[in-house]
């Protein structure tokens, strides 16, 4: 019996029986990653010593293994959560030896439901990607065809989940950075609702925008970690006092009869076929499990790049303004005078990517364009959310691509950044709206790389979107299948 390849639910069950000790399975994933992640780059700090340590915790009976929902799984975490005393370095040399003197609050939820981790995942850095190359660690590769990208910014949690180098990870999707390298890379990726799952802790990139999310090889694993990491923190002025559902009880639900709305501007020319042909055989299949499938439109779908790159941005030169090397972080500490060590700082700490975004953003803030870039953009915001709102209306929840193509080669887009941009057109506008999405492999290419099926539901339906996805994935039967490197 493969352990690592073993869904969190699964694993658990073999957990509780005593059929495997956390340490077994612990050292498993440990020595896998050692086998494999040279090639893959997945992770940029394994906690080997720590995680074995609390394994044994378990094994001794100092811990409980059956009461907490993720006692004794093994996980991993996006290096843009902050983990008190292990590096956060956000993909960065500009952070490369910070230690936070404090837990997320995700990462506080983790430990408090009993889960092991296992490291901390590579990323593009500061999360602003499509790729994971952009990070100072060097590219990830993706488990399905090492010559192509894992998707970004997320790429490091999603590669490590397709090749069993862990149980499940966390993610952050500030533009589709879960959900687009969820279908690169054959699992599923979930992107709550803005203000489902706290903030705080979390390294902002744009923080109007930016959600916490799970990776996971199946929908059932995603309700779970879900169901952990959700809920109110006042310390997150952006969370939102809700009640948090019974997510790997809602999934149960049938599906039969919901209405599922298929956008007409996202099936559009300069699709990959294969990915518009999977993408329409999802659709049947939903139709089959009883959904009533209709058209409907969301006009302004074709500006959500236009305005994601214009308030991204903006919101990113304003949070990465204070890594000026004097407060934390690295510093060019042979500049002679503080306006040089600013501007050395800065120079050799961020890559070209941030740089890039940061002189977009403070563009468009600047006098006098504030309000042609700015405000304009939030303006196109506002629409599109409205576009989302009057589409459930007539609908319970929407089908789409996650991506135009599947997985790019490495290199294939860093010397284009528009056409690294336009991956994300149809992630970007829910993004915007700030509703919940999910990414669910539905089938592969005929080279064999993976295609996935996004659903959007309305705001804090993270049950209904989990549940339409679980349904699918029973049906169709692709996340079982695994990449060629796990073999």
């Known amino acids: 019996m493969d352990l690592t390849a073993l869904t969190i639910h699964e ?26 992640d ?10 080997a010593d720590e995680a074995l340590e609390e394994a ?30 292990i590096r956060t370095s956000c993909g960065s040399k500009i952070l490369e ?12 939820k983790l430990k408090a439901s009993g889960a092991v981790l296992l490291g901390k995942t590579n990323m593009d850095e500061f999360a602003m990607g499509s790729s994971t190359e952009s990070s100072a660690f060097g590219p990830t590769r993706n488990p399905w065809d090492l010559d192509r990208v894992p998707g970004g910014s997320s790429g490091g949690s999603a590669a490590a989940v397709a090749a069993d180098l862990c149980a499940g990870s966390l993610g952050t999707d500030t533009g589709g950075s879960i959900r687009q390298p969820g279908s690169f890379c054959g699992v599923v990726g979930l992107k709550p609702t803005y203000g489902r799952v706290s903030r705080f802790g979390l390294v902002a990139f744009a923080s109007s925008l930016d959600q916490i999310g799970p990776i996971t090889k199946d929908v059932r694993d995603a309700a779970l970690l879900l169901h952990v ?28 009869g919901l209405r599922l709305g298929i956008p007409r501007e996202y099936f559009v020319e300069g699709m990959h076929p294969d990915v518009l042909s999977r993408v329409r055989q999802a659709i049947e299949t939903c139709r089959e499990l009883g959904g009533e499938v209709v058209e409907v439109s969301l006009p302004h779908t074709a500006y959500g790049v236009a305005a994601y790159y214009i308030i991204a941005p903006a919101e990113a ?17 042979d500049a002679r005078e503080l306006a ?28 006098g364009y504030y309000d042609a870039y700015y405000r304009k953009a939030s303006q196109v915001r506002t629409l599109i959310r409205q576009d989302f709102l009057d589409a459930f209306q007539t609908c319970d929840a929407l089908l789409t691509p996650v991506v135009p193509t599947p997985a790019f080669r490495v290199g294939e887009k860093t010397g284009d950044p528009l056409q690294m941009y336009l991956s994300d057109v149809f992630t970007l506008p829910a993004s915007l709206a700030g509703i919940p999405g999910i990414s669910v492999p539905c089938g592969f290419t005929s080279e064999g790389l993976p295609v996935g099926l ?30 060629d490197l796990c073999a």
């Open 56 to 85: 044994a915790r378990y094994d001794r009976g100092e811990k409980d293994l059956e009461g907490p929902p993720l006692a004794g799984v093994p996980l991993s975490v996006k290096d843009v959560l902050c983990t008190r005393g």
């Open 97 to 108: 030896n910070y230690l936070p003197p404090s837990d997320a609050t995700v990462i506080e």
């Open 229 to 256: 990491v959700a809920g109110y923190d006042r310390r997150d002025s952006t969370s939102v006092d809700l009640p948090v559902p019974d997510y790997p009880e809602c999934i149960r639900e049938p599906v039969d």
């Open 317 to 333: 030169s304003s949070n990465l303004a204070r890594y000026d090397g004097v407060k934390y972080g690295t510093r060019a500490s």
């Open 340 to 367: 040089a060590m600013y501007r050395e700082t800065r120079s050799r700490g961020f890559g070209p990517e941030v740089k890039r975004r940061i002189m977009l953003g403070t563009y468009v803030l600047s006098a």
């Open 11 to 36: 694993l658990r069950r073999r957990l509780v029986r005593r059929e495997v000790s956390v340490t077994e399975v612990v050292r498993r994933y440990l020595e896998r990653i050692e086998a494999l």
């Open 38 to 47: 040279p090639r893959v780059n997945s992770y940029v700090k394994v906690m």
């Open 454 to 483: 996004q659903i959007l539901g309305p705001h804090f339906r993270e049950d209904l979107v989990l549940r339409i996805a679980r349904h699918f994935e029973e049906a169709a039967g692709f996340s079982r299948r695994k990449p």
